[in-house]
C-alpha cells in the first residue's frame, strides 16, 4: 500500500464517530497493523 492510502485510512479512523469507535487509538493501531 503507498502512504497515501494509509493516511487516508487513518483519517477516516480517526474522524468516524466515536460512539462505532469508543477507542479510536485501537482502531487506529489495528489499521496500521492491516497497512503494514
Request: glycine residues 0%; aromatic residues 8%.
Amino acid at each position: 500500500m503507498s502512504k497515501s492510502r494509509i493516511r487516508i485510512i487513518l483519517f477516516e479512523n480517526l474522524f468516524k464517530p466515536r460512539q462505532l469507535h469508543p477507542q479510536p487509538q485501537n482502531s487506529v493501531l489495528s489499521s496500521l497493523r492491516l497497512a503494514f
